[in-house]
């Protein structure tokens, strides 16, 4: 797994190297340092070998692995000044020296690894070598999960670690990436140069050819919360050679992912999806994602926060999940009612409204106050106008696979357009189904990675306890017991909950801002390893793994699935179909023999949320026959029968007076 | 280097000691009037260098020696010195850096064997160290004894230095120059060498008198004196020299920054004179600071030097723990 690139055989290489300690820069157990010819391929985040000789058996059969940490270069001048003096005041004389001063190349290096690890002594003053590939995996102690000895691997290729011409793989351990000895990744970096994507892509990629089937299944879902991002996993990205060449060393095919489901919301209008995957060559892979009321109230502490909803909106909206939803329901005014969804819900609020107006005109229903009743209902109103497009007032659900999951499947939620609220909604219930589901073992697969990113939006390190931070606190707090790993990625790491990115095994750095770099949390880098990080070029990232005990540079190639931004130029979106064109879309989608002109004579007449239900019930049946099923559900609900003098038939709901107290 | 021999006749009874005298600034040029005749002019003059297109040698190359010496031990009243001396070639190429190319050591024990004890004697003898003998006259009185032991390791470091030189003269191209701490008179192969240059920085010598001597001493900057030539002394060769002034001495002292170069007694050496004063002008800088005789030590030379000391053995750079407890309390600092 380990291998040189140029596999011809060499003598050992010439130290590069010599460590050095004085009083004032003395080498320790943790740190030493070294100095190098001028010239040297030697650079910040290299890893050297350092043998040590002489002095005994303890020196002499000690090897330690240091990665450069720092790097200083001063000459013999003693002061500036005299540079001045022989330079005469001019600079341009001073580069005509006709001989060069002595100078040196210290570097700093931190320990990776000592061997023997007892007793633990300071570096020895020994000659300093390049890393081989054999020394990285030594150093960075890959050797305990490459499957040496007999174990099986349970490697996972991260990048190249490259230096001085050589270059070899670094691997994390899946134990320590999805659980159970640790998990979670989280990966830092300005925004703008797509290395985060970039760099969650490949891993995933990576951990699905590299994942150990003996660890189970394993999925991915996606949650795309800004422009295409993560539209276009399926489709072949442009790569170079240089790419492949980094593939092929990595053991990590070149090629999208294999398996990918694509879920998006509707736009407002209930019949076009609200994502930017809509070319319509791909379209047809994007399953709406719509929900109503059930899901709705399962979260509802989601979407009405505690300025909203107190204990006693609390009791009646679990009232109504508990006594009312999905039941056979009397509303004590001899109306029966079956509410499945937000209409059917609205036709229960106008009937109690109407019952108590006419009946008793009694301020209480069901020892729920009517202030309380028409809070809720105006709260719940209110998502399902947010949320349109989302939340069907009407028709079935539309989820992803629950139990379902296939093994090496990415699962994508688009909710790059959706209102914050609706973003909330979708986080929480999808991680809360997940984790009921691993914890159940019955989702279809063990481990789910849960890629989010802008994590300083959804788990700040301040601001309101919200509760899709509590969900990601979960998550890093217990999920790795369950196989549910948090990918989480931002721009600011020091404005993200410390608990989230504090139970993270794996950081991933990209390119870094300065500012952020100040802040305390990166105190333990040296400021060469910073400048470093502030200069990053696209496709390097500094990695830091449990069994790493100092962080390590590497490489990888560009995702091979097609990047957002360019996937929006080669699949242009879709302009927005008309109500009709948009019917006709999905019934085909479901039954090509579908004959357009005649889905469209068949809804001419029909009031929109008619057709939405009859299609959303054909989307939920996928009969064979999808246009007969539609022409059925369609007929059937599209005019629903009302007795006269019915509440339904009132268009608002009558005053009452008085109500209540209540400041609502 | 190794200590064996000491130890062996620390253990052959010699009492120990850790007198470590103070370094030697290197070889000094004679201290005594010489007079000299002028070949370039009929009388001194100065010649300045603005202007002039310094010489610039494709390469060059930088000798220079050291020393260090301390008394082992003493046999009855007798010094037992322990000396080494060092010399080095560093060649300066294309890329301006310096590369040493040739060095040799030696390590000496200076003493009068025939005031030694037997068993120090055969302890000396027993071991691979090259016994350097001070005259019978100056082996009694540790006053005359030790100065008498710093001249013969300055004679040794003299040698070394000259076997050195001609060896590397020898061998170079036709476009490398050797420029040499110190006289070139010392050696005949030197002298004569063409593309060889001594640069004197001690003025021990007085070559001049009167108006001639203060126009010589008092040559202002980025000047040179006539060409003259020294008149020959001892063992020195036939010789061309002037003086140089690298840095302005007023306001200093007569001899700062004031070098007096050595070359062949040619007319050649005449007509390069001020080529060759203005590459030396050049070599100013980089300066060779910290060393204290930074306006007159060439940066070569002094990375020579620093390249020597680098390498000396510890022991002779610090005295060893003594033996014997001080009588003295210890402080700290």
């Known amino acids: 797994m380990i291998e040189r690139r140029d596999p011809s055989p060499v003598l ?67 002061t500036p000044l005299h540079d001045v003096v ?59 999960y490459l499957g040496r000895g007999g174990a099986q691997p349970t490697a996972i290729p991260v990048g190249l670690y490259t230096s001085g011409g050589l270059e070899a793989p670094v691997y994390l351990d899946a134990d320590f990436l999805l659980g159970p000895e640790a998990a979670h990744l989280n990966i830092s970096g300005v925004s703008g140069l797509a290395t985060k994507t970039s760099a969650v892509e490949f891993l995933l990629s990576s951990i699905f050819q590299h994942f150990p089937a003996h660890r189970g299944r394993v999925a991915a879902v996606c949650f795309n919360v800004k422009g295409p991002d993560l539209c276009f996993l399926d489709r072949p990205g442009t790569l170079d050679d240089e790419d492949r060449r980094r593939y092929e060393r990595l053991g990590v095919g070149a090629h999208p992912f294999e398996r990918v489901c694509y879920y998006a919301p509707f736009k407002a209008d209930g019949v076009n999806l609200n994502t930017l995957r809509t070319h319509p060559d791909l379209v047809g892979d994007v399953e709406p994602l719509v929900w109503g009321l059930r899901e709705v109230l399962d979260y509802a502490e989601v979407l009405l926060n505690r300025d909203d909803i107190d204990a006693k909106a609390d009791a009646f909206i679990d009232f109504l999940s508990d006594r009312v939803v999905d039941r056979e329901f009397d509303d004590g005014f001899g109306g029966a009612h079956r509410v499945v969804t937000f209409a059917d819900l609205e036709r229960l609020f106008r009937s109690i409204f109407d019952g ?17 009743i028409r809070k809720v209902r105006n709260r719940l109103s209110n998502i399902s106008t947010r949320c349109k497009g989302l939340v069907a007032d009407d028709g079935p659900s ?61 788990a700040p390190g301040d601001g309101p306890e919200t509760y899709v931070k509590k969900m990601l606190l979960d998550i890093s707090e217990r999920g790795r017991y369950l196989g549910l790993v948090l990918f989480g990625a931002e721009q600011f790491r020091s404005q993200v909950h410390r608990r989230v990115v504090g139970n ?38 500094m990695v830091r793994h449990p069994h790493f005990t100092q962080p390590i540079f590497v490489r990888f190639p560009r995702p091979a699935a097609l990047r957002g931004r360019d996937g929006v130029e080669r699949f242009p979106p879709a302009a927005d179909l008309s109500f009709d064109e948009a019917v006709v879309r999905q019934l085909v989608k479901l039954d090509r023999r579908v004959r357009p002109n005649a889905v469209k004579d068949l809804i001419a007449d029909r009031r929109e949320e008619d057709v939405r239900r009859a299609l959303a019930h054909t989307r939920q049946a996928r009969p064979q026959d999808a246009f007969a099923n539609f022409k059925k559900e369609l007929g059937r609900r599209v005019a629903p029968a009302m007795a006269p003098g019915s509440p339904l038939e009132r268009q608002s709901v009558p005053p009452l007076s008085p109500i209540s107290d209540e400041p609502y | 280097m190794s200590r064996s021999w000491v130890d062996a006749i620390l253990a052959a009874g010699v009492v120990p000691a850790s007198s470590v005298p103070e370094a030697s600034l290197g070889r000094t040029d004679v201290e005594e009037f010489t007079g000299a005749d002028l070949v370039e002019d009929p009388e001194l003059r100065i010649h300045p260098l603005v202007g002039v297109r310094p010489l610039a040698p494709a390469a060059v190359a930088f000798l220079d020696g050291i020393e260090h010496w301390r008394v082992a031990g003493y046999a009855g009243v007798t010094p037992i010195v322990e000396a080494y001396v060092a010399a080095a070639v560093r060649r300066r190429g294309g890329d301006r850096r310096l590369r040493t190319v040739a060095e040799q050591t030696e390590e000496l024990a200076i003493t009068r064997l025939d005031r030694l004890p037997d068993a120090v004697r055969r302890a000396l003898e027993g071991t691979e160290v090259r016994v350097v003998e001070i005259p019978a006259e100056d082996a009694g009185l540790p006053a005359r004894a030790l100065p008498a032991a710093r001249v013969a390791m300055q004679a040794a470091r003299a040698a070394l230095e000259r076997r050195l030189a001609e060896r590397h003269a020898a061998a170079m191209s036709a476009e490398e120059w050797l420029v040499v701490d110190g006289v070139l008179s010392d050696s005949a192969a030197l002298s004569a060498h063409p593309r060889t240059l001594g640069v004197v920085k001690s003025h021990g010598a007085q070559y001049f008198e009167g108006p ?64 060759v004063s203005a590459w030396l002008m050049d070599e100013r800088a980089p300066l060779a600071t910290p060393d204290r005789r930074w306006d007159r030590l060439l ?35």
């Open chain 1, 398 to 458: 539309n989820d992803l696979p629950w139990g379902r999951f296939e093994d090496r499947a990415v699962y994508v939620v688009d909710v790059a357009n959706v209102d914050p609220l609706g973003q909330d909604l979708v986080f929480a219930r999808v991680v809360s189904k997940l984790r009921e589901h691993l914890e159940r073992r019955d989702l279809g697969v063990e481990a789910v990675v849960v890629f989010v990113d802008e994590l300083n939006k959804y």
């Open chain 2, 212 to 275: 001639e001597l203060e126009r010589a001493l008092t040559l202002p900057v980025s000047h040179r004196t006539s060409v003259f030539r020294p008149r020959t002394r001892g063992a020195r060769r036939d010789i061309h020299s002037w003086y140089l002034r690298l840095w302005p001495w007023e306001g200093k002292d007569l001899l700062y920054g004031l070098l007096r170069v050595e070359a062949r007694a040619h007319a050649d050496t005449i007509a390069l004179a001020s080529r």
């Open chain 1, 504 to 541: 993270a095994g794996t950081i991933v750095f990209g390119r870094m801002d300065s500012d952020e770099l100040a802040t305390p949390g990166y105190q333990v880098l040296s400021p060469a390893t910073k400048i470093k990080l502030a200069t990053l070029p696209v496709g390097e990232l």
């Open chain 2, 299 to 333: 940066y070569p030379i002094h990375d020579v030097e620093t390249y020597l000391r680098a390498r000396t053995p510890r022991e002779l750079l610090a005295p060893p723990p003594p033996s014997l407890p001080s009588p003295l309390p210890r402080t700290g600092s």
């Open chain 1, 12 to 78: 050992p290489p010439p130290p590069v190297g010599r460590v050095v300690a004085t009083e004032q820069k003395p080498a320790t157990p943790h740190q030493f340092h070294f100095w190098t010819a001028t010239e040297t391929s030697i650079g910040i985040g290299a890893i050297v070998r350092v043998e040590g000789s002489g002095g005994g058996a303890q020196v002499s059969g000690r090897v330690v692995y240091g990665v450069v940490t720092d790097a200083f270069a001063y000459s013999d001048l003693v």
């Open chain 1, 86 to 144: 022989g330079a005469e005041g001019d600079p341009a004389r001073a580069a005509e020296n006709p001989t060069a001063r002595q100078e040196i190349r210290l570097w700093t290096a931190a320990v990776l690894r000592q061997i023997p690890a007892e007793p633990l002594q300071p570096v020895p003053l020994g000659d300093v070598h390049v890393a081989t590939d054999a020394d990285v995996a030594q150093a960075l102690r890959m050797d305990a």
């Open chain 1, 356 to 372: 108590l107006e006419l009946a008793s005109r009694s301020d209480t229903w069901r020892t729920h106050h009517i202030a309380t």
